[in-house]
């Protein structure tokens, strides 16, 4: 059984964040919510924030900026919508099948903050929703990167 500890090995871990833009103000949110939950778990963790135009655009810089060697855990937000032009599932399982391939190529953790919900219509009460969805979602990215780093991996997996 793995062991977790409730401190992070590193006593200042790197974060990559990296945001797509198609409803930036939405997905924003995400960032807010990372951030104020690391602030809680490990305020002396550094995240470093990039931007790209959309989702799709978002596993191949966050393999680029694992393999530089700087950070400890990149995490990705996005929301991919339907808009009615193609099939929206399509480009949200090509993000999380590409993270989770640059994860498995670098060892360097990915966490996806991308939602693909089934209806989204440009309405208030839609924006609402999912603008406090984000924070929330968010804030789960950050404990998830939290209990990640703080895994102490047996001698065996690590030799």
């Not at 090995?9 to 949110?29: C, G, L, M, T, Y």
């Not at 089934?118 to 979602?137: L, Q, R």
């Amino acid at each position: 059984m793995t062991n977790m500890t409730s401190n992070f090995q590193k006593s200042s871990p790197r974060i990559a964040f990296i945001r797509a833009r198609w409803h930036a103000d939405i997905v924003d949110q995400a960032h807010t919510g990372f951030c104020a939950q690391m602030d809680d778990l490990a305020p002396s963790a550094n995240t470093d924030v990039y931007n790209v135009p959309g989702a799709f655009e978002a596993p191949l810089l966050a393999k680029r900026l694992a393999k530089t060697g700087k950070y400890d855990a990149v995490v990705v937000a996005a929301l991919v919508v339907d808009g009615g032009i193609y099939r929206h599932d399509f480009v949200a399982d090509a993000v999380v099948s590409g993270l989770m391939q640059a994860q498995l190529e670098t060892e360097i953790p990915m966490f996806s903050v991308s939602l693909t919900p089934h209806h989204f219509h440009n309405t208030d009460d839609h924006i609402k929703y999912f603008t406090e969805h984000f924070v929330k979602k968010g804030a789960e990215a950050a404990n998830a990167v939290a209990q990640i780093l703080a895994m102490e991996l047996p001698e065996a997996v690590t030799a």
